[in-house]
């Protein structure tokens, strides 16, 4: 079955760097999601996007956060200045078009550590 | 703003006993889904729920939606350790993108 992938699994930067966290869609899926889950909280809304641009955002996906779908394949996620608070497991999701029987697929995710 | 609410939230039952997670939500939807975790892994659709009085079953978990009462049920019969997982209910905002708003998460044990 198709999957969502998502590199690295685990990711350890210092404060102040910038990260970049890559996901690969499902190949017929059109719509890709970011998702963030604090340890031991309820997973949470970043991004949204579709057609190329963002379709939605959260307050949380302030400037220092951006999306990108630099080819065909790829979806990534990048924190230009990493904070402790950015510490996090982030999924990606992605789904094949806009219909309420079509579930949003998630890949296992990163685990972004901040130090 | 949308809320999604879960309860309870910490679940332990015995073995062979049943249960049921209750999840509310605040504004009018008519897409719920539910998925499970493990521990340290991803999101696993389980169900997709669309109508109202829709039920979906699958195995021993068994899921339903109210959505004049804004109410979601996932029913557990007849526990068994391999459920041990929690369980997260997502509601769909569908002309925002789509993007899910999950409520806080069952973590539910069974226990021999």
């Known amino acids: 079955e198709p999957e969502v992938t998502q590199t690295p699994s685990h990711q350890v930067t210092q404060m102040g760097q910038e990260v970049i966290l890559r996901c690969v869609p499902i190949s017929n899926h059109l719509y890709f999601y970011w998702y963030r889950q604090i340890l031991g909280q309820k997973v949470e809304f970043l991004v949204s996007?579709?057609?190329?641009?963002?379709?939605?955002k959260s307050e949380i996906f302030d400037d220092q956060f951006s999306v990108e779908r630099p080819d065909g394949s790829n979806f990534t996620l990048k924190i230009r200045s990493t904070k402790l608070e950015d510490s996090a497991m982030y999924f990606c999701?992605?789904?094949?078009?806009?219909?309420?029987?079509?579930?949003?697929?998630f890949g296992d995710g990163t685990r972004l550590s901040i130090l | 703003e949308l809320k999604v609410e879960q309860n309870p939230l910490f679940l332990s039952m015995q073995e062979g006993k049943n249960y049921t997670i209750y999840c509310n939500y605040s504004?009018?939807?008519?897409?719920l889904y539910w998925y499970r975790q493990d521990p340290g892994k991803s999101l696993e659709s389980l169900f997709v729920?669309?109508?109202?009085?829709a039920v979906k079953q699958e195995g021993r978990l068994m899921a339903s939606l109210d959505t004049k009462a804004r109410l979601s049920t996932l029913h557990i019969t007849a526990a068994v350790h391999d459920l041990s997982a929690t369980y997260f209910c997502a509601v769909d905002i569908y002309n925002q993108g789509g993007k899910l708003i999950f409520g806080q998460g069952t973590e539910l044990s069974v226990k021999p």
């Open positions: 999701a992605s789904r094949e078009g806009p219909q309420g029987n079509q579930p949003q697929h």
């Open positions: 996007f579709y057609n190329n641009e963002i379709s939605e």
């Open positions: 729920l669309l109508s109202n009085g």
């Open positions: 504004t009018t939807s008519d897409r």
